[in-house]
């Protein structure tokens, strides 16, 4: 991720092809954190500089909420309904809220639902 953010038009090898490093103007992260788990975090902080902005749903104030320009407080997963699972199980858990969301924290589904709505580009199932 740094190297993409670092050099923008840039070329790079991957999985066999070469192409161009896009310039990334927004990031939008959801899920996860990247400065718990980049490996050089100084070049991360140097290459987050570059985004105009970033956007993040967190349900805790993270190096990566601190470094984003928007933080949207996002729901734990003790406070919402949810399935869970990781690629060495060959099932799904469901998983039930056991508390009502805290402050103005809400789930992802709901953020983005409603992100669509504002944009207009929300369209019901059949």
Known sequence: MADCLLHPGERH???????NYPD???VYWAGGN???HHQDLNRLRRAWRHPETI?????????TARHADIVLPATTPLERNDLGGSPRDRFVITMHK????????????????DLSRLRGELRRAA
């Open 13 to 19: 090898d991957y999985d066999g092809k070469t192409a």
């Open 24 to 26: 990334i103007r927004l």
């Open 34 to 36: 990247p400065f718990h």
């Open 55 to 63: 956007i993040i749903h967190g349900p805790w104030w993270t190096a």
């Open 98 to 113: 056991a508390i009502e969301p805290v402050g103005n924290s809400r789930n992802d589904f709901d953020i983005f639902r």
